[in-house]
DNA sequence: AAACGGACTTAACCCGGGTTAAGAAATTTA
DNA sequence: TAAATTTCTTAACCCGGGTTAAGTCCGTTT
């Protein structure tokens, strides 16, 4: 089934039209290989051990990534809204099993390309190779920030820093996974929360 | 001055002959680019606030990466060996002042090749492009695995980890050092160790 | 309206790592 | 070789976050 383009979001036409000055053709040939994805709150787009075959944007809802310990227990590293491109990144250019679950914390509509597309499609358009290599040092920068954001501060700094960064998030995610994405239990995001609360 | 086949790691010419598959025209040419920078013991490659305008082949020594928060304490981010590349990466992507330092912890002799012959020779040799994307997709995984580490990991754990994957880095590494990566005081990187030892 | 289940909060206790301060060991310099 | 400096260790005390266990709140179901 056809994508029409009044079911892709400004930002995604924007992203090919005026950011990489994708062409008509060009745009309507890339869209040509998006297919939708519908993903229901709670359900996964992803789990540890399958293979990411293709990239997924985000059209609308949220995500949570996360992987697995030996206890079971969760931590999520990060999450994704509208317009963000969403795959286990290891995986999918690995080629490998990976160990990221992606789960929809809202009900999400993706718009997904497979990876022999889109491979396909970067030799043949190179402003799209050149998009997504940004993309992926932008990643590079993000999680760097993240691992040293865990190394420097506190829990508490890190969650004002939240606040700061995204506030928009608390509006969108329950506080038990804010909580595990700040690497504390949810007990004591609740502590945390009122202490800050009362002075 | 010009830089001696006989001057360069085995590794070194490996990387360019072997595994790229250079020619030797390809790999002369490249190398004339390169140009040789000792940095000694305790003296920094780069300080936070400087531009990275090169990346650096580590030919022999190591060094350490780190940050320093508000507080003026350091958070080491990794460590860096022979045949390594060096770079604040940010700063070196972004041409913006950098946010990290870097300190020889062994008297280090470095392979330089400037941004801009770099860029030129990327153009000019395809496959040298091609390596350096290799290195960066790399470097994801591993940065991505550092941050699940930090947040899926005790203190204790990531030590063991430490010994498990590189027990190279004891020899020669300082213990302060190896602290500050695991995030932790020397102090207590010193009980673990004996409440180890003892069960 | 009552019952249920999930999300969030509160409280008591415990423990690992930070902090401070001192001393021992190793390495560098004189 | 001695002195000085740096690195590593030990110990006592403290505190933040984990753990366990209830309890509250709220939306959904029956």
């Given at each position: 089934m056809e994508l029409y383009r009044s079911e892709l979001s400004q930002h995604f036409v924007d992203t090919f039209i005026k950011k990489m000055e994708f062409t008509e053709e060009e745009f309507n040939y890339t869209v040509s290989f998006f297919k939708r994805q519908y993903v229901?709150?709670?359900?996964?787009?992803?789990?540890?051990?399958?293979?990411?075959?293709?990239?997924?944007y985000i059209n609308k809802g949220s995500t949570r990534t996360f992987t697995m310990d030996e206890k079971g227990r969760e931590h999520i590293l990060n999450f994704s809204f509208e317009d963000w491109w969403l795959a286990d990144f290891e995986s999918y250019h690995t080629g490998k099993p990976g160990t990221k679950y992606i789960q929809a914390v809202e009900d999400c509509e993706l718009l997904c390309i497979s990876k022999e597309a889109l491979e396909k499609l970067e030799i043949e358009i190179p402003k799209l190779k050149a998009l997504f290599e940004m993309k992926q040092k932008k990643m590079i920068f993000s999680t760097m920030e993240r691992l040293n954001e865990v190394k420097t501060l506190t829990a508490e700094e890190r969650y004002l820093n939240l606040i700061k960064k995204h506030p928009q998030i608390f509006q969108r995610i329950p506080l038990q996974y804010i909580a595990s994405y700040l690497d504390i239990e949810p007990q004591s995001l609740s502590r945390l929360r009122k202490r800050l609360s009362t002075k």
């Open positions: 229901p709150r709670k359900f996964f787009y992803l789990k540890a051990g399958q293979i990411a075959m293709q990239k997924a």
